[in-house]
């Protein structure tokens, strides 16, 4: 259904189950689909933020990079954190695939969050250090997109990505080469600064030794010229890619020495690209492109490949322009002769615009080849014999241009296009000879008036632009030859006064005060003959390559001839080269053991072959404990009881998970291994147990930083009291020590401190026909659920009549959440307003909800926001209560932000007013007098919401927001900034 583009999102609950499959083609498929709809069904899509999670810790390499790569492509702000902390844990990863999908991921957390810059950095700088050639590419790519102008990250790492280049894929050289092309202009000397007096050195020291002393040093040449080492191993690295398969390749590579390179080496890309004319034609017009702007510099590069440039019939009409295009700007006068035989062919085509091409080409070949301009001209003019009215109205056109190179020789031309004028009806072509006899009319003088009447007769039915060089002609006429053309001067001037085209009664207009002055006619009309009869310079005729040399080769700008989007421009060539030791990278030296010989660990050996060891399955907590143990004996008892604080804590972790998991082989493996561990710990000997301290909390906590499986845990509790800080519920953690007791939290709900009198509109009176309604939150004890929000609202009646059957039909609320509505008000007179109110579960999610209220004429659609302020309930909780619970909300469930307070509103009463106008919680009690801190919990899910504010002594507040439900947490975050910040 998502591939032939009809709508599945109504499927999403049903699809997202599926997500904890085994099956990995079943798993790809859900993720497809998640990344597609990800984004209108938000919350529900972080509802499998925790499988991603576990996927990330997959023993399957494409279970972790697919886990990942979702992850990061589900475009919802409030799980930036969740998506940082699983980059940073990819970057690290034992495979190379995990590693480039990271580097993918960076983009894209950068286009979502643009201030997490300074972190993509950060990992970018560690991924450009990786030696693996499948990362090394996307690491470059990651760079180009979001730090290209941190050029000091490339040179540590400059040689080794020119080693590595060749083994790289396809994809990754591209990339590489285009970020190397840029990094060569920044960091070395032009090649070609000397011209032909640079040592050019060559690929291979014995053809360089061979040749050295052949080269003569005159007194007048400047200092000889060497390469800089790291841009000759640029240049002989890539040079083996232009045998890629590739075409993209061999095209960077092109671009690459066309910018770089020295220009006795350039010639090495020309049979390359040659040879990539023989791909499809998508091809053939880029490769096409680019040879033609290297033709209008360095069209000996191509002179042997003449012939491959030859246009066949085949050939689609842009490729038959860039190959003229091509083949006029390698005419020399060996090959003039070549090429006018084969224009001579392609003029008979049938494609009229291909013919014109043809034609301007052979006037180009005129222009630039002296010794074949008479040819050239006699070949135009036997084209204005031919059948073809197209054919002859551009030969027209371009023998104008030629003509003005040398106008006396050519006296016979102009005479025989003056004939053409009645049967020639293209209006360039027409227009064109009328400006060459006025040009040139001292030449032709009895065939220019001539030509002026036949002009006049048909001057009402000429176009524009002919109508303009007839009055051109007719002024330029007078002023040679006044005596015969004064009247037809004065007539022409007439018909175009009344003509239709303002131009042209503007340009009649003028050209008579110049031309047939009078007593008003201005100093102007004495310099009239000036003015038109001035020797005008010859056009120029070029290619239209020419000019799109300013853009970098192989980019879509160089192709449509105009800047587009991202495109970075090339750097210019330093005068002086930057300090090339920056690239200079010390060899690493041999690993020697850095730890203390005091202590050997010898017992270490001895439990890791044992079989009464602990258990090996995580080799960093094992690693731990043993390098504890060998710390000190006298801490070792302590290490041993937070060891098996540590071990109570997991194995209340383990127990969770099965009370969640409904997968009966899940539940049995993780039993197995409770009863083992039970096992192994009543075989130990009984010690004396100390009480838990400070240590043993701060393990506690340091444990559930991990806990990221937090939604397969209903967060629900039976009891109004119990509170579920986390998705653990204390109650389960039996043997972790929480507040130095394992009783669960015991807190009080408390009414509301602040209540606010804003009200908002839901129904405008002329939306709603004279009906308008407004709604507040009035923050008290919803009479219907505890898990409502009790929302007020007060309709009006404005019109002038009586509104009747008020009430609330057609509900269409997300999955979960409720509604109980008002009962039908009967009628509701003019000008009078009455107050109800309604109870809404939003299912601590911050989807409005969507409702129509109906009238007994319409239904107008409404929709109602709750802010999560307004969906929390205030708590009292003690001080080590919210330390505690504070601990246990860690890592993806806190989120931080800081914000500027200003010296007026940095003061207790300011900073709670400000918290209170915007979330509904209660102060809890704190000794630190600079940390304000709050509580609550949302009201359908009954999650633990904590909030702590610390102001420094600059005004700057750290907001810290600790709640499982993470949209909660982000949103409220961003509700207290605002709320501090405003002034």
């Given at each position: 259904m998502?591939?032939?583009?009809?709508?599945?999102?109504?499927?999403?609950?049903?699809?997202?189950?599926?997500?904890v499959?085994?099956?990995?083609?079943?798993?790809?498929?859900?993720?497809?689909?998640?990344?597609?709809?990800?984004?209108?069904?938000?919350?529900?899509?972080?509802?499998?933020?925790?499988?991603?999670?576990?996927?990330?810790?997959?023993?399957?390499?494409?279970i972790?990079?697919?886990?990942?790569?979702v992850?990061?492509?589900?475009?919802?702000?409030?799980?930036?954190?969740?998506?940082?902390?699983a980059?940073?844990?990819?970057?690290?990863?034992?495979?190379?695939?995990?590693?480039?999908?990271?580097?993918?991921?960076?983009?894209?957390?950068?286009?979502?969050?643009?201030?997490?810059?300074?972190?993509?950095?950060?990992?970018?700088?560690?991924?450009?250090?990786?030696?693996t050639?499948?990362?090394?590419?996307?690491?470059?790519?990651?760079?180009?997109?979001?730090?290209?102008?941190?050029?000091?990250?490339?040179?540590?790492?400059?040689?080794?990505?020119?080693?590595?280049?060749?083994?790289?894929?396809?994809?990754?050289?591209?990339?590489?080469?285009?970020?190397?092309?840029?990094?060569?202009?920044?960091?070395?000397?032009?090649?070609?600064?000397?011209g032909?007096?640079?040592?050019?050195?060559?690929?291979?020291?014995?053809?360089?030794?061979?040749?050295?002393?052949q080269?003569?040093?005159?007194?007048e040449?400047?200092?000889?010229?060497?390469?800089?080492?790291?841009?000759?191993?640029?240049?002989?690295?890539?040079?083996?890619?232009?045998?890629s398969?590739?075409?993209?390749?061999?095209?960077?590579?092109?671009?690459?020495?066309?910018h770089?390179?020295?220009?006795?080496?350039?010639?090495?890309?020309?049979?390359?690209?040659?040879?990539l004319?023989?791909?499809?034609?998508?091809?053939?017009?880029?490769?096409?492109?680019?040879?033609?702007?290297?033709?209008?510099?360095?069209?000996?590069m191509?002179?042997?490949?003449?012939?491959?440039?030859?246009?066949?019939?085949?050939?689609?009409?842009?490729?038959?322009?860039?190959?003229?295009?091509?083949?006029?700007?390698?005419?020399?006068?060996?090959?003039?002769?070549?090429?006018?035989?084969?224009?001579?062919?392609y003029?008979?085509?049938?494609?009229?615009?291909?013919?014109?091409?043809?034609?301007?080409?052979?006037?180009?070949c005129?222009?630039?080849?002296?010794?074949?301009?008479?040819?050239?001209?006699?070949?135009?003019?036997?084209?204005m014999?031919?059948?073809?009215?197209?054919?002859?109205?551009e030969?027209?056109?371009?023998?104008?241009?030629?003509?003005?190179?040398?106008?006396?020789?050519?006296?016979?031309?102009?005479?025989?296009?003056?004939?053409?004028?009645?049967?020639?009806?293209?209006?360039?072509?027409?227009?064109?000879?009328?400006?060459?006899?006025?040009?040139?009319?001292?030449?032709?003088?009895?065939?220019?008036?001539?030509?002026?009447?036949?002009?006049?007769?048909?001057f009402?039915?000429?176009?524009?632009?002919?109508?303009?060089?007839?009055?051109?002609?007719?002024?330029?006429?007078?002023?040679?030859?006044?005596?015969?053309?004064?009247?037809?001067?004065?007539?022409?001037?007439?018909?175009?006064?009344?003509?239709?085209?303002?131009?042209?009664?503007?340009?009649?207009?003028?050209?008579?005060?110049?031309?047939?002055?009078?007593?008003?006619?201005?100093?102007?009309?004495?310099?009239?003959?000036?003015?038109?009869?001035?020797?005008?310079?010859?056009?120029?005729?070029?290619?239209?390559?020419?000019?799109?040399?300013?853009?970098?080769?192989?980019?879509?700008?160089?192709?449509?001839?105009?800047?587009s989007?991202?495109?970075?421009?090339?750097?210019?060539?330093?005068?002086?080269?930057?300090?090339?030791?920056?690239?200079?990278?010390?060899?690493?030296?041999?690993?020697?053991?850095?730890?203390?010989?005091?202590?050997?660990?010898?017992?270490?050996?001895?439990?890791?072959?044992?079989?009464?060891?602990?258990?090996?399955?995580?080799?960093?907590?094992?690693?731990?404990?043993?390098?504890?143990?060998?710390?000190?004996?006298?801490?070792?008892?302590?290490d041993?009881?937070?060891?098996?604080?540590?071990?109570?804590?997991?194995?209340?972790?383990?127990?969770?998970a099965?009370?969640?998991?409904?997968?009966e082989?899940?539940?049995?493996?993780?039993?197995?291994?409770?009863?083992?561990?039970?096992?192994?710990?009543?075989?130990?000997?009984?010690?004396?147990?100390?009480?838990?301290?400070?240590?043993a909390?701060?393990?506690?906590?340091?444990?559930?930083?991990?806990?990221?499986?937090?939604?397969?845990?209903?967060?629900?509790?039976s009891?109004?009291?119990?509170l579920?800080?986390?998705?653990?519920?204390?109650?389960?953690?039996?043997?972790a020590?929480?507040?130095?007791?394992?009783?669960?939290?015991?807190?009080?709900?408390?009414?509301?401190?602040?209540?606010?009198?804003?009200?908002?509109?839901?129904?405008?009176?002329?939306?709603?026909?004279?009906?308008?309604i407004?709604?507040?939150?009035?923050?008290?004890?919803?009479?219907?659920s505890?898990?409502?929000?009790?929302?007020?609202?007060?309709?009006?009646?404005?019109?002038?009549?009586?509104?009747?059957?008020?009430?609330?039909?057609?509900?269409?609320?997300?999955?979960?959440?409720?509604m109980?509505v008002?009962?039908?008000?009967?009628?509701?007179?003019?000008?009078?307003?009455?107050?109800?109110?309604?109870?809404?579960?939003?299912?601590?999610?911050?989807?409005?909800?969507?409702?129509?209220?109906?009238?007994?004429?319409?239904?107008?659609?409404?929709?109602?926001?709750?802010?999560?302020?307004?969906?929390?309930q205030?708590?009292?909780?003690?001080?080590?209560?919210?330390?505690?619970?504070?601990?246990?909300?860690?890592?993806?469930?806190?989120?931080?932000?800081?914000?500027?307070?200003?010296?007026?509103?940095?003061?207790?009463?300011?900073?709670?007013?400000?918290?209170?106008?915007?979330?509904?919680?209660?102060?809890?009690?704190?000794?630190?007098?600079?940390?304000?801190?709050?509580?609550?919990?949302?009201?359908?899910?009954?999650?633990?919401?904590?909030?702590?504010?610390?102001?420094?002594?600059?005004?700057?507040?750290?907001?810290?927001?600790?709640?499982?439900?993470?949209?909660?947490?982000?949103?409220?975050?961003?509700?207290?900034?605002?709320?501090?910040?405003?002034?």
């Amino acid at each position: 259904m998502v591939a032939k583009g009809k709508d599945a999102s109504d499927l999403f609950p049903a699809v997202v189950k599926n997500v904890v499959s085994k099956n990995i083609e079943v798993k790809k498929l859900v993720y497809v689909y998640l990344v597609r709809y990800a984004e209108e069904q938000q919350d529900l899509a972080l509802l499998s933020i925790s499988t991603f999670q576990r996927g990330l810790k997959d023993p399957n390499q494409l279970i972790r990079a697919s886990a990942l790569r979702v992850l990061s492509s589900i475009r919802v702000p409030v799980i930036t954190p969740i998506m940082m902390l699983a980059i940073r844990e990819s970057v690290t990863d034992m495979s190379p695939f995990v590693r480039k999908t990271a580097a993918h991921a960076i983009p894209k957390i950068y286009s979502l969050d643009p201030e997490q810059k300074e972190f993509c950095i950060e990992i970018i700088e560690k991924l450009l250090s990786d030696k693996t050639t499948l990362v090394i590419g996307s690491a470059v790519m990651a760079f180009e997109e979001v730090c290209p102008e941190k050029i000091d990250l490339i040179h540590k790492n400059y040689r080794k990505l020119c080693n590595l280049l060749v083994d790289v894929e396809e994809w990754g050289q591209l990339v590489i080469i285009n970020m190397l092309t840029r990094y060569a202009r920044t960091q070395f000397v032009n090649p070609n600064r000397y011209g032909e007096h640079m040592d050019n050195e060559r690929f291979y020291e014995s053809e360089h030794s061979s040749q050295e002393d052949q080269t003569p040093v005159t007194p007048e040449a400047p200092k000889s010229f060497t390469m800089d080492s790291d841009h000759r191993l640029l240049l002989r690295n890539t040079k083996p890619l232009l045998q890629s398969r590739n075409s993209s390749v061999v095209m960077a590579v092109a671009q690459l020495y066309h910018h770089v390179a020295p220009k006795t080496e350039v010639g090495a890309v020309a049979k390359p690209l040659v040879r990539l004319l023989r791909s499809h034609r998508e091809i053939q017009s880029i490769v096409l492109s680019n040879i033609a702007t290297m033709t209008t510099t360095r069209k000996s590069m191509f002179e042997p490949y003449l012939k491959s440039f030859f246009v066949r019939p085949m050939d689609p009409t842009l490729i038959k322009l860039i190959k003229l295009d091509i083949l006029t700007n390698l005419a020399t006068e060996a090959s003039i002769g070549i090429i006018l035989r084969e224009f001579h062919t392609y003029v008979a085509s049938s494609d009229r615009e291909f013919v014109a091409a043809t034609i301007q080409a052979i006037g180009r070949c005129a222009s630039t080849i002296s010794e074949c301009t008479d040819t050239c001209m006699n070949g135009l003019v036997s084209l204005m014999s031919n059948r073809d009215e197209a054919v002859v109205a551009e030969s027209v056109v371009v023998i104008k241009k030629l003509l003005q190179m040398a106008p006396a020789k050519h006296k016979d031309i102009i005479v025989h296009m003056a004939k053409l004028v009645e049967k020639i009806t293209v209006a360039m072509a027409r227009a064109s000879i009328l400006w060459l006899i006025g040009e040139y009319c001292e030449r032709v003088p009895k065939i220019a008036p001539d030509v002026l009447r036949k002009m006049a007769k048909t001057f009402i039915t000429e176009t524009d632009i002919v109508k303009l060089q007839v009055l051109n002609l007719a002024t330029k006429l007078y002023l040679t030859n006044p005596k015969q053309t004064h009247l037809l001067c004065q007539y022409v001037f007439n018909l175009a006064k009344y003509d239709q085209n303002y131009d042209i009664r503007d340009r009649a207009r003028l050209l008579r005060q110049l031309a047939l002055p009078n007593e008003k006619s201005g100093a102007l009309a004495k310099h009239a003959k000036k003015i038109f009869l001035a020797s005008k310079p010859a056009p120029v005729l070029e290619s239209k390559f020419k000019d799109q040399d300013q853009f970098q080769l192989g980019t879509l700008s160089h192709f449509i001839n105009a800047k587009s989007s991202g495109y970075q421009e090339l750097p210019d060539w330093p005068e002086v080269a930057p300090d090339p030791s920056v690239r200079t990278v010390e060899a690493p030296m041999p690993w020697t053991d850095d730890q203390p010989k005091a202590k050997k660990p010898t017992k270490k050996k001895q439990s890791f072959y044992s079989e009464s060891g602990e258990s090996t399955g995580d080799d960093s907590s094992s690693s731990e404990s043993d390098s504890d143990e060998e710390s000190s004996d006298e801490s070792g008892s302590e290490d041993e009881e937070e060891s098996k604080s540590e071990k109570s804590v997991e194995a209340a972790e383990s127990s969770a998970a099965e009370v969640s998991s409904s997968s009966e082989e899940e539940t049995s493996a993780s039993e197995e291994s409770a009863s083992e561990t039970d096992s192994e710990e009543e075989e130990k000997p009984k010690k004396p147990v100390k009480k838990p301290g400070k240590a043993a909390v701060a393990a506690v906590a340091k444990q559930q930083l991990l806990l990221l499986d937090f939604d397969d845990v209903p967060a629900a509790s039976s009891a109004p009291a119990l509170l579920p800080g986390n998705a653990l519920a204390p109650s389960l953690l039996t043997g972790a020590v929480v507040n130095e007791k394992t009783s669960p939290l015991q807190v009080t709900v408390s009414s509301a401190v602040f209540v606010p009198t804003q009200t908002r509109e839901l129904l405008n009176r002329i939306s709603g026909s004279g009906l308008s309604i407004d709604y507040r939150f009035t923050r008290t004890q919803n009479i219907y659920s505890g898990k409502m929000v009790t929302v007020e609202l007060t309709l009006t009646n404005s019109s002038d009549q009586d509104i009747k059957n008020i009430c609330i039909e057609q509900k269409k609320l997300s999955p979960g959440m409720d509604m109980q509505v008002f009962p039908s008000i009967e009628c509701l007179n003019v000008n009078q307003s009455q107050t109800v109110s309604v109870g809404m579960d939003y299912a601590d999610t911050t989807q409005p909800a969507t409702f129509d209220v109906s009238t007994a004429d319409r239904r107008y659609p409404v929709t109602l926001h709750a802010p999560v302020g307004e969906q929390l309930q205030p708590i009292i909780i003690t001080e080590n209560d919210f330390v505690s619970q504070q601990a246990k909300l860690k890592g993806m469930n806190e989120i931080i932000g800081s914000v500027e307070i200003s010296s007026d509103h940095a003061n207790e009463s300011s900073i709670k007013q400000r918290v209170y106008s915007v979330a509904n919680v209660q102060q809890s009690p704190c000794t630190n007098l600079a940390v304000y801190r709050f509580a609550s919990r949302t009201l359908s899910a009954g999650a633990l919401v904590l909030i702590s504010i610390s102001v420094d002594d600059n005004g700057k507040a750290s907001i810290t927001v600790n709640c499982e439900k993470m949209v909660i947490g982000s949103m409220l975050l961003k509700e207290v900034k605002s709320a501090l910040k405003s002034t």
